[in-house]
Structure formats: C-alpha cells, structure tokens
T-cell receptor, first 116, second 114 residues
Framework: AQSVTQPDARVTVSEGASLQLRCKYS??????LFWYVQYPRQGLQLLLK??????VVQGVNGFEAEFSKSNSSFHLRKASVHWSDSAVYFC?????????????FGSGTKVIPCLP | EAAVTQSPRNKVTVTGGNVTLSCRQT?????MYWYRQDTGHGLRLIHY?????NLQIGDVPDGYKATRTTQEDFFLLLELASPSQTSLYFC?????WGQGYEQYFGPGTRLTVL
C-alpha cells in the first residue's frame, strides 16, 4: 500500500525567509504527486503537480517543488514567505487503484509566518 | 465558474441521529468523492462515484452510506451518527480516473456528533 509522510506538523517561519516543507512517499509504481493548500475555513486548492520530466516544478504564488526518485521525496519550497501563506499544506500521492486513482494524503504541515 | 459546493457548512447532531450531507458540482465531472479530515490523518476517502447511480467504497466506509442521484449531486448519509464521526467532511470532483487528474474540493462541512 502507498503512503505519504509529512514529518513536520507545524513550521514557524519569519516573513521574508525561505520555506521548505518536507514530503516522503512510498509507492511501488510511478507516482503522480501534488501539493495542495488549505487556507483557513476553505477547501483544498492545488498548488502544483508532478508526473514526469523536469524534477523541479513551478506552482502558483511562487511555490516550487522538487521530486527525487532516489529519496522518494517531493519537497515544497518558497523563496520568501508572506503572511498570506499561512495555511495547511498537504502532500498528496496519486496511485492507480481499481476504477479510480486513489489520492493518499499526508497529514499536513501548518505554516505559521511570524514577524522577522 | 466551475465549483463544488457543500451544504450545510456546519451541522450538530446527537448520537443516533440521522444526517445527510450534500454536495453539488458544476464542473461536469464524472467522478465525485467524499473525504473526512481529522487531525493527524490528512484526508481519508469514504466513498466515491463515477456517475449517477454508481457507488464505490473507499478506505473508511464503515458507518456511512452515499448516493449519487445525478451527475451533479452526491450525498453522504449517516443513519446512526456516532461521536467518532465528528469530523470535517470534504466533497471533491474530478474529470477522470487516471493518475494525475486533479480533484476539485468543496469548502467542507463541519459535523459535530454529541
């Protein structure tokens, strides 16, 4: 069975500082990976996705992620955090199963920007 | 604009109560999903459907029924609600079933079972 691990439940980061959110996955097939963001009292929105090609993918709002097959990782990065980035970020694995592609969610990482 | 809407946004019921959560999507998508979100677990799939009248079992189906009445509408039913079903419920839709199809999520329904 597939799994996704986000080891950091909360990350506090100064506004203007860089951010990295860690994600490790376990899946025997070829993974299709997403990062979703959940702003307070809202549903989940797609930040970016990766299936093949350049291991660094660009997303919305200045986010990017890097896929590493050797490390089974898909870490999310942002060069300069803004207070509006306060949200919960989910790493998600899409795996082929049955009639649909099942999404396996990590437990999420809450990002808390603070004044520098 | 394509969207997924859910109602109610908040619901409080008592143990043993009967609850129906509603979801409507205007994306013209074939696939719809119900998830629950609990702290430390991310989102977990309850049921999903690939068209009107179809229902597939997800990863955590116990205590839940679902029905897809039209392409747009997908309902989640809790016939004997229990406190363990207190959670945040999300509905989603997608255009297809292969890997890589993005799922579009509704705003969620917060259910409290007393």
């Amino acid at each position: 069975a597939q799994s996704v691990t986000q080891p950091d439940a909360r990350v506090t980061v100064s506004e203007g500082a860089s951010l990295q959110l860690r994600c490790k996955y376990s899946y025997s097939g070829t993974p299709y990976l997403f990062w979703y963001v959940q702003y307070p009292r809202q549903g989940l929105q797609l930040l970016l996705k990766y299936y093949s090609g350049d291991p660094v993918v660009q997303g919305v709002n200045g986010f990017e992620a890097e896929f590493s097959k050797s490390n089974s990782s898909f870490h999310l990065r942002k060069a300069s955090v803004h207070w509006s980035d306060s949200a919960v970020y989910f790493c998600v694995l899409s795996a082929q199963t049955g009639f649909a592609s099942a999404l396996t969610f990590g437990s999420g990482t809450k990002v808390i920007p603070c004044l520098p | 604009e394509a969207a997924v809407t859910q109602s109610p946004r908040n619901k409080v019921t008592v143990t043993g109560g009967n609850v129906t959560l509603s979801c409507r999507q205007t994306n013209s998508h074939n696939y719809m999903y119900w998830y629950r979100q609990d702290t430390g677990h991310g989102l977990r799939l309850i049921h999903y459907s690939y068209g009107a009248g179809n229902l597939q079992i997800g990863d955590v189906p116990d205590g839940y029924k679902a029905t897809r009445t039209t392409q747009e509408d997908f309902f989640l039913l809790l016939e004997l609600a229990s406190p363990s079903q207190t959670s945040l419920y999300f509905c989603a839709s997608s255009d297809g079933w292969g890997q890589g199809y993005e799922q579009y999520f509704g705003p969620g329904t917060r259910l409290t079972v007393l």
